[in-house]
Nanobody, 126 residues
Framework: QVQLVESGGGLVQAGGSLRLSCVASGRTFSTYVMGWFRQAPGKEREFVATVNWTGGRTEYADSVKGRFTISRDNAKNTAYLQMNSLKPEDTAVYYC???????????????????WGQGTQVTVSS
């Protein structure tokens, strides 16, 4: 089992940047695929980005491609989401998620992740 704690959210003007962090407990972080999701008020939780266990492969939602970067530091048990050129429509609660895997895959569906953080609010003003 792994516990996830996100941080780094806040209020930023459109065009600005934020970096979210997700620290995981446990000693086997490198065997987990990591994902970031977000949920805006009145909307379903949606996929943002995922990174494989080494950090060498990533995948993004079309809405954030070219603006957001997911990464991980296995030595620090931490995943990151660097968000640049933020837009008001990026406003949401952002969640990190983890799933233990036995081989090199990436996961884009929320249903595939059993472990979730508590979420961090990101608000982008126009």
């Amino acid at each position: 089992q792994v516990q996830l704690v996100e941080s780094g959210g806040g209020l930023v003007q459109a065009g600005g940047s934020l970096r979210l962090s997700c620290v995981a407990s446990g000693r086997t972080f490198s065997t987990y695929v990591m994902g970031w999701f977000r949920q805006a008020p009145g909307k379903e939780r949606e996929f943002v980005a995922t990174v494989n266990w080494t950090g060498g492969r990533t995948e993004y939602a079309d809405s954030v491609k070219g603006r957001f970067t997911i990464s991980r530091d296995n030595a620090k048990n931490t995943a990151y989401l660097q968000m640049n050129s933020l837009k008001p429509e990026d406003t949401a609660v952002y969640y990190c998620a983890a799933q233990h895997v036995a081989f090199d895959i990436m996961l884009v569906s929320a249903l595939q992740y059993p472990y979730w953080g508590q979420g961090t609010q990101v608000t982008v003003s126009s």
